[in-house]
């Protein structure tokens, strides 16, 4: 029924345009009654995104069963749960662009929708950072903004696609926009989460005994203390700088090596 009614009111938007179409008009066309229409409904402009109260649903059970390691990429593929849901029903979600953007009450009907998704991400990242998870009191600023970037990325190469009418793999494009996220936020997060006293299995000073694998942490001025070890103990890039390797037990050595070649060519 909800299927029903969300395809009604969309006909009658394309035909009449949203203002001019009323409830009764969409009960009307669908054969039920108004206690029908909001039953499934609130509004109008509920109609028009039928599809995401599922997906809300969806996000939230995968990232409350996503491995937590890797928090940057986990919010990465949440956001490609809404992607699939798009890609789902091109047809529709072309029209549902075109109408939206001529509609000023459905593009503020669909920020606070976008808000929700990206609020949805940063409870994710809070909950991994806590307030503190950065060691410097910026773990709550470090989610939000994250959870921003995923979702400007997201809708970057999802808007690409639908001004294209379609066409082709939207995922292509938003795959390099989540690229670039976590390009730029993963590492630094997992070495945050890492650090963090607050973390639960992570010591002050940097030691890691949680299910964290092998995490580069930024190279530091020879004279520096780590992880209460004197630096006379850590390897010398031969250039000033130190390597610190932060790895779980157990962690097999070819993946220490390739870590440490990583970091060593990237500095």
């Given at each position: 029924m909800r299927e029903v009614l969300a395809q009604a009111a969309f006909q009658l938007f394309l035909e009449r345009g949203f203002e001019r179409t009323t409830v009764d008009d969409i009960v009307a066309r669908a054969g039920v009654g108004r206690r029908s229409f909001f039953r499934y409904f609130p509004s109008k402009e509920d109609a028009v995104f039928p599809d995401h109260e599922r997906c809300f649903a969806e996000m939230t059970e995968f990232l409350a069963a996503v491995d937590d390691s890797d928090p940057v990429g986990a919010v990465c593929d949440a956001a490609r749960i809404v992607l699939r849901m798009y890609a789902a029903?091109?047809?529709?979600?072309?029209?549902?662009?075109?109408?939206?953007?001529?509609?000023?009450?459905?593009?503020?009907?669909?920020l606070s929708v976008v808000r929700r998704y990206e609020q949805t991400l940063a409870g994710h990242l809070r909950g991994r950072f806590g307030e503190g998870g950065d060691g410097q009191g910026d773990g709550e600023l470090r989610a939000e903004v994250i959870a921003a970037s995923v979702v400007a990325a997201h809708n970057n190469g999802l808007r690409l696609w639908l001004r294209s009418g379609g066409e082709g793999d939207p995922e292509v494009?938003?795959?390099?926009?989540?690229?670039?996220?976590?390009?730029?936020?993963?590492?630094?997060?997992?070495?945050?989460?890492?650090l963090s006293p607050e973390r639960e299995g992570g010591l002050p000073g940097g030691t890691v005994s949680g299910p964290d694998a092998t995490l580069p942490v930024p190279a530091l001025p020879v004279g520096s203390p780590v992880s209460g070890l004197p630096v006379s103990a850590l390897p010398d890039s031969g250039d000033g700088e130190v390597i610190v390797m932060v790895a779980r037990k157990g962690t097999p050595m070819w993946r220490v090596v390739q870590q440490i070649e990583a970091a060593v060519g990237e500095n």
């Open positions: 029903n091109p047809e529709f979600s072309v029209q549902r662009y075109r109408l939206t953007r001529e509609v000023p009450g459905l593009r503020t009907y669909e494009a938003v795959d390099h926009a989540l690229a670039l996220v976590r390009e730029v936020w993963g590492r630094s997060a997992e070495v945050a989460g890492a």
